[in-house]
């Protein structure tokens, strides 16, 4: 490693042996497996097979090399809980997955593709769960098995949470980590969720920004009007509510309501972001240079910025618009933030933005949300697991303070006090959670040799100190 300790000669065989299980098939085989469980979490009556998944593939292929698991149902979630502990003078390590996923959307795939069947075609393997989270979950503990064949133990601890309803909102996740604060007690956090920064570049990221979806509605009156006879008589609901979003957000982008606007970038979040450039692969859309916030790069502005976005907006009807004014109208706005403000209070926030900008007639709902949360870029383990991705891979990995996205990482910051590492094993052009979900091989590959080297290290190198 970069600090001068000597790595076992055996990493690289091990490594070797990593590459071998993605090159023969037997990765995309139980990956095959996997995706075939129809764990689409939203879809009701679905339980039968989040259970099934749970058992078949985690708590079955875990117990063969040496784990206990169980099934725990906690604040209406369902979650498998394995360990493996080779010594209490040893580093332990939380690692996180979920199994659930969103629907399959039968019918809109590709060639007629099956969304539960894993389906190669060049380096793709097509799949519900292929990238989101199944086969990045499927890397991590191709990885442990790895180091175990290679080396008979690991040299460290391991305690594992797997859930099967992230893709609800992860309910009970944290009542569990707070109950079982004890039980899951570790030095570290390491998980794999959401896309690399491209698919040629290994990332880690240290946390997630947070995330509030509001309701805006406005009702004015029942019914709409003939727009001849009550034209320039009647308020309009579309008009009043679109502006009302411009009140809350410009036509470019930026935010207007004070209360939450994103704090300056810090020095220490500018220079990790110096080197990384966001999206601009193959068939992804171009970044729009004069979008966001101003002064910000392109980085600065998903990773380290708040972003207000209308999802959706309704008025009338808009595959048969009858010509009347519309009563009513309402639109579902998203914002994704860094800092330390509680999604809970977006919604008051934004009422009282409306309320003292003249459209207090537009009433405001919070729906769902999660806070922001980040490691710091200096703590102890940042460098340490840089280093051995780096040593991996022959490649620098880009260093992000913090998922675009939202992951329940506040939970494990603020229940479990750790130190939270996402080290993702997807691309951006992954069609996760729309038809087509698929991964790349080279990414899956490069996945489960990194990962090895990197529970190589945990057991042979010493832990930061």
Known sequence: ????????????????????HVESGEFAAALGRRVAHRTASPVPGSEAALRAFLQDEIGGPLREIGFEAELVECGGGLFALAQRHEGSHLPTLLLYGHGDTVPGMAGRWTDGRDPWTLAADGERLYGRGAADNKGQYSVNIAAIATVLKMRGALGFNVKLIVEMGEELGSPGLRELCRTRREALAADVLVASDGPRLSAERPTLFLGSRGVARVRLVLHLREGAHHSGNWGGLLSNAGIVLANAIAACVDQNGILRVARLRPEPVTPEIRAALADVTPAGGVGEPLVEPEWGEPGLSPAERVFAANTLEVLAIGTGDIKQPAGAIPGHAEAVLQLRFVGALNWRDVGPILQDHLDRHGFGAVRVTSLDGGNASRTATSDKWVGWTLDSLQRSTGKKPALLPNFGGTLPNDIFIEELGLP?????????????????????????????EMMTGLFWDLGDVPMPG
């Open 420 to 448: 939270t590492l996402w080290i993702p094993h997807s691309y951006p052009g992954c069609n996760q959670h729309a038809p087509d979900e698929h991964n790349l091989i080279p990414v899956l590959r490069e996945g489960v």
């Open 1 to 20: 490693m970069s600090d001068g300790t000597q790595v076992h000669p055996m990493r690289t065989q091990a490594l070797d042996e990593a590459r071998r």
